[in-house]
């Protein structure tokens, strides 16, 4: 049974790492982040903020969560301290998501999980991707036969997919869980009753988005109450977020799918602006779907993702597929990574789609022999001219056009492993900051339709990736756990838009190539090419390399990216866990002197 609340005993056993947060206090480390979402009178919240400010790891003995709230950890690990397993912390770290970071997750979108099971050494693989509602068309996003514009298809029931998080957070519970169900609520509906403190980064997305958040009356009277933006540090209280958590704790996701709920989500996307075509029947057909992870040898590991619907585990390892002979010598110089990320990209928008709907070469895309190939176009001193995509095999021939996608970076990554060496990388979104802004049961509705292609084909070629009814649209997220001799080493993923490819890629390299711990490799500065132009992290020392890289042919774009890693390395010494420091998640521990 899982505590509600934290025990005294749960705080002392963070001891050890109380001494970087007196040091920060005393002035000998630097400063913890103001947000006033992540300010604590918690010791082991404390510790773990002062760790991340100071760039240090957070190390841990038994168990690790690291996860994009201070309040979404504490309740996960909670659930750890008590023996719960790593589904189990996932399933209350993600109701707690839900309510403090709506912007980026919640009830009302999808995700994707990796778990690897430390009794059967197998990476398992779970999609709770949106699906398509079956009156949808191929020409749904299109008016008088041309697409219509981004933000008009956004925002409304139109882009609202049968979510996926309920289904993705029962399923899970119910393969790998211990911790009695309705428990693991306990701590969102508790905060959801007494309110949350509104963190920087929330009153700052809600004062840029009041606009589009005020075309829905729900969304508008939670967050624009009295027509006046919610602030940062404002108390922000949700108790009908509370009672459909009650809903789910008590009745499964039934209630969700079947009942109350699903009948509310229904209702507010036939009645939103531009209504969607969401019906009950839609969400009572939905199901969680078992894939077959993706797994690519690298420098001695294995590295485990996501396959499709999402391109994330496939590009992934594509690239590092590419890059293997470099990072065999130590080093990946910014422009093999740079071209290396484009080819994937460009085989990404090619052929990465929904594989219930088309045939999609997962086999040939990594292909050692057609890796080599490609690979074999870095070899150049100079950036690619052009780039186009590659002719994997298929079982039998097919023909898609190319389509680019416009991902946008609003989601959340949890990474958690639990005291019986089970782990668990889940990436989960609504899609678009906010979503389609239509809210329901005090959550926020996906508008993951939005990542389907817009057009149906091109040049009279049919699209891999357009909208079909029941279908899942492609993903770029990347949940991913890294083997070694068959156990986990590394368990991480981010948020990011189509980014979230290469952030991870990069993270990866970072730690297993450069050898840098898991909190310097979630903070290396950005460099992100995905479809020509090399993303630069401004403020950072990637922006200083614009000059060197548009010397070798690179187009450079410097601008804020803002991805959210957060990862968790096993190794002989226990964990150590890293938290982005763009955003204000944290990583917390069992102490290594914890019992």
Same mark, same amino acid.
């Given at each position: ?8 005993a749960?705080?002392?056993i ?8 007196q ?11 103001t ?9 082991a919240?404390?510790?773990?903020q002062a ?5 240090l790891?957070v190390?841990?003995?038994? !168990?690790?969560i ?18 719960g397993t ?10 707690v998501?839900g309510?403090?970071e ?7 979108g999808?995700a994707f999980?990796v778990w690897?099971?430390a ?9 709770g991707r949106?699906?398509a ?6 020409r749904?996003?299109q008016?008088?036969?041309a ?5 008009d298809?956004v #925002? ?19 393969r ?5 169900w309705?428990?693991?609520f306990a ?10 403190t &509104? ?5 700052a997305?809600?004062a840029?988005d009041?606009?589009?958040l005020?075309?829905?009356p729900?969304?508008a009277?939670?967050?624009?109450p009295?027509g006046a933006?919610v602030r940062a540090g404002d ?9 459909s ?14 009942g109350?709920v699903g009948a ?5 996307v ?11 029947a839609?969400l009572?057909?939905y199901?969680v779907k ?9 420098? $001695?590991?294995?590295?485990c ?8 585990? #496939?590009? #992934?390892?594509?690239i ?8 065999e010598e130590?080093?990946v110089p910014d422009?093999?990574?740079?071209d290396a ?13 929904d594989e219930?709907? #088309?045939? &999609?070469?997962?086999?040939g895309?990594l292909?050692p022999?057609?890796?080599a190939r ?6 150049g001193?100079?950036a690619?001219?052009e ?12 023909? !898609?056009?190319d ?7 609003s ?5 958690i492993v ?15 900051a906010f979503?389609?802004r ?5 959550f ?6 939005t990542?389907?292609?817009f ?8 699209i891999a990736?357009?909208v079909?009814? $029941? ?11 890294v083997l070694?001799?068959?156990?986990p080493v590394?368990?991480?993923?981010s948020?990011?838009?189509?980014r979230i490819?290469?952030?991870?890629a990069?993270?990866i390299?970072?730690?297993l190539? =450069? ?6 490799a &979630?903070?290396?500065?950005?460099r ?5 132009v090399?993303d630069?992290?401004?403020g950072?020392?990637a922006a ?10 690179f187009e450079t774009s410097?601008?804020d990216?803002?991805?959210g ?6 190794g002989?010494?226990?964990?150590t866990?890293?938290a =982005? ?7 917390l521990g ?6």
């Amino acid at each position: 049974m899982v505590k509600a609340g934290l025990s005294a005993a749960f705080a002392l056993i963070f001891g050890a790492q109380f001494v970087m947060a007196q040091q920060v206090a005393d002035g000998l480390a630097p400063e913890m982040s103001t947000d006033v979402a992540v300010m604590t009178e918690n010791p082991a919240l404390r510790a773990a903020q002062a760790a991340k400010a100071a760039g240090l790891p957070v190390r841990g003995r038994g !168990w690790m969560i690291a996860v994009a709230h201070p309040l979404a950890a504490e309740a996960g690990a909670q659930v750890l301290e008590n023996g719960g397993t790593a589904a189990d912390a996932m399933v209350s770290a993600q109701a707690v998501l839900g309510l403090v970071e709506p912007q980026s997750s919640g009830l009302g979108g999808g995700a994707f999980l990796v778990w690897y099971d430390a009794a059967s050494g197998t990476v398992t693989t779970l999609d709770g991707r949106e699906t398509a509602p079956s009156a949808a068309t191929p020409r749904l996003f299109q008016v008088e036969g041309a697409p219509m514009k981004f933000f008009d298809a956004v #925002v409304g029931g139109l882009s609202v997919g049968v979510p996926g998080v309920p289904g993705l957070m029962a399923a899970a519970h119910g393969r790998w869980g211990r911790s009695d169900w309705a428990e693991l609520f306990a701590p969102a509906i508790r905060i959801s009753e007494d309110g949350f403190t &509104v963190s920087q980064r929330l009153g700052a997305m809600v004062a840029r988005d009041s606009e589009r958040l005020a075309t829905h009356p729900a969304t508008a009277a939670y967050f624009l109450p009295d027509g006046a933006a919610v602030r940062a540090g404002d108390l922000l209280r949700n108790p009908a977020y509370a009672r459909s958590l009650r809903s789910l704790a008590d009745e499964g996701a039934d209630a969700f799918y079947r009942g109350a709920v699903g009948a509310e989500i229904v209702a507010a996307v036939r009645s939103a602006a531009r209504p969607g075509l969401l019906q009950p029947a839609d969400l009572a057909n939905y199901r969680v779907k078992e894939r077959t992870a993706v797994c690519m040898p690298f420098i $001695g590991y294995e590295v485990c993702g996501m396959g499709p619907p999402s391109s994330g585990g #496939v590009s #992934v390892a594509q690239i590092l597929g590419l890059v293997s002979g470099h990072a065999e010598e130590g080093r990946v110089p910014d422009r093999v990574l740079g071209d290396a990320t484009r080819l994937a990209f460009a085989d990404r928008g090619r052929y990465l789609a929904d594989e219930d709907f #088309v045939p &999609v070469p997962v086999a040939g895309l990594l292909d050692p022999a057609y890796l080599a190939r490609r690979a074999a176009l870095l070899e150049g001193s100079r950036a690619l001219e052009e780039v186009s995509p590659g002719m994997p095999e298929f079982d039998h021939a097919w023909l !898609w056009a190319d389509h680019e996608g416009r991902a946008l970076p609003s989601t959340t990554h949890i990474s958690i492993v639990d005291s019986y060496g089970n782990a668990l990388s889940m990436t989960s979104s609504v899609e678009n900051a906010f979503g389609s802004r239509v809210m329901a049961g005090g959550f926020l509705l996906n508008n993951q339709l939005t990542d389907f292609s817009f057009r149906s084909h091109q040049n009279g070629v049919p699209i891999a990736n357009r909208v079909e009814p $029941g279908k899942r649209p492609r993903s770029s997220m990347a949940p991913t756990i890294v083997l070694k001799d068959g156990a986990p080493v590394l368990v991480i993923g981010s948020p990011g838009g189509s980014r979230i490819i290469g952030y991870v890629a990069e993270a990866i390299l970072a730690h297993l190539v =450069d050898g840098m711990d898991v909190q310097q490799a &979630v903070s290396v500065p950005h460099r992100v090419n995905r479809f020509g132009v090399f993303d630069l992290e401004a403020g950072t020392p990637a922006a200083e390399q614009a000059a060197n890289l548009e010397a070798l042919g690179f187009e450079t774009s410097v601008r804020d990216l803002n991805s959210g890693l957060h990862a968790i390395a096993i190794g002989p010494d226990g964990l150590t866990g890293g938290a =982005d420091p763009r955003r204000e998640g944290i990583a917390l521990g069992q102490s290594p002197g914890g019992q």
